[in-house]
Each structure stands twice: as C-alpha cells, then as structure tokens.
C-alpha cells in the first residue's frame, strides 16, 4: 500500500530565513505530486503541483517554489520567509491526473 | 469561476444519529469529480467519499453516502450512526481540470456522547 511522509512535522522559523519541507511517497511510481497551504480554520490552497521529475507547475505567485529531486520526493523551498508564509501546509500525491488526492500528515510553519 | 459552499459553519448531533452536510458548487463542466475530505483534530485530510458527475448513482462508503443533485450542483454528506470518531472538520472539494482542487470553507462536526 501507499503512504505518504512529511516533515518536519512543526517548525518555527524567523522572519528572513530559509525554508525547506520534505515530502515522499513510497508505494508507487510517478506519482502526481501537490504542495497545499491551509490557513487556520479555512479550506486548502493548491501552492504547486508536479506530473514527474523536474516537473513543477505553479498556482499562485509566492516567494515559495517546489522542486521535485526524485520521483517520489517533492520539496518545498522559500529563500526567504515572510510572516504571512505561517500556515499548515499538506502535500498530496495522485496515481494521475484527475485521480483522487491523498495527504500526508502535514507540517505546521510558524514564522516569527 | 468554480466555486464551493458549504453553508453550515458548524453542527453538532447526539452518537448514534444521522446527520447530513450541506455543499453546493458552481461550474460550466459537465464532467468532474467531487469529493468529501474529512480533518479531525491531527489534521490529516482523510478522503471520505468521492462521486463522479457521469454516474447517476450517489456513491456510499459504509456508514457515508452522498445526495448528488446534479442540476441544482449540490453534494450533500450523509453520516448514518454517528460515531464520537467522527468529530471533525468536513470539507466538500470539486476537482478543476485534472489537477486542482476548489475547496468550501468546512463544516465543523462535533459527536457528542
């Protein structure tokens, strides 16, 4: 069966640094990759997506990126953060396109 | 533009009961897939249920099945005998293309004992 990791699983960081979360999937192989953002109590944001390696598409204009490394790695990046990078952010993986999403734990950023 | 609501912030029903969750949607498509993800308090998104658009039949998954009205594009979420494991946040979703999920703002359910 699949499972999806994610971490760390909390992170609190200063305003002005770097930014990096990990995410991998074992049990398959090239899988659609999704990067998300949660604000408190509100539903998801899709941040990035990635149909194979290298692949990264992009929803909306931040100073995060994603790179995907591996196949079933996808990471997230942010030179540096800003406070409103604070959030709950989810990574998900597909069999394809159009199929349903599955998530991983999460990790909570906290930017001071 | 493709959009979700869920018009219940919050409900709340004794074990044992049934209770059903409001989504409505907003799309020109006539093909997609909806989805109800639950998030209880560890705050992994749990996929519940989804239904195609094509199929006129209302997808179930045991104790959850769905009321797919697709002309007046509502999904609504019926939990049968409620279970104190099923407080949680429940979110409706609608997939844009093949990639992108448009997600309601939840409804927050609380089982009381």
């Known amino acids: 069966s699949q499972t999806i990791h994610q971490w760390p699983a909390t992170l609190v960081q200063p305003v002005g640094s770097p930014l990096s979360l990990e995410c991998t999937v074992e049990g398959t192989s090239n899988p659609n990759l999704y990067w998300y953002r949660q604000a408190a109590g509100r539903g998801l944001q899709l941040l990035f997506y990635?149909?194979?390696?290298?692949?990264i598409s992009s929803e909306v204009p931040q100073n995060l990126s994603a790179s995907r490394p591996q196949d079933r790695q996808f990471i997230l990046s942010s030179k540096k953060l800003l406070l409103s990078d604070s959030g709950f952010y989810l990574c998900?993986?597909?069999?394809?396109?159009?199929?349903?999403?599955?998530f991983g734990p999460g990790t909570r950023l906290l930017v001071l | 533009a493709q959009t979700v609501t869920q018009s219940q912030p919050e409900m709340s029903v004794q074990e044992a009961e049934t209770v059903t969750l409001s989504c409505t949607y907003d799309?020109?498509?006539?093909?997609?897939?909806l989805f109800w993800y639950k998030q209880p308090p560890s705050r992994q998104m749990i996929l519940v249920i989804r239904?195609?658009?094509?199929k006129q039949q209302n997808a179930t998954e045991n104790r959850f099945s769905v009321n797919f009205q697709k002309a007046a594009k509502s999904f609504s979420l019926k939990i049968s005998d409620s279970q104190l494991g099923d407080t949680a946040m429940y979110f409706c979703?609608?997939?844009?293309?093949?990639?992108?999920?448009?997600w309601g703002a939840g409804t927050k359910l609380i089982i009381k004992p």
């Open positions: 998900a993986w597909s069999l394809t396109s159009g199929e349903t999403q599955y």
């Open positions: 239904q195609e658009a094509y």
């Open positions: 990635s149909v194979g390696i290298g692949q």
């Open positions: 799309t020109s498509e006539n093909n997609y897939y």
């Open positions: 979703a609608f997939m844009k293309g093949h990639y992108q999920l448009i």
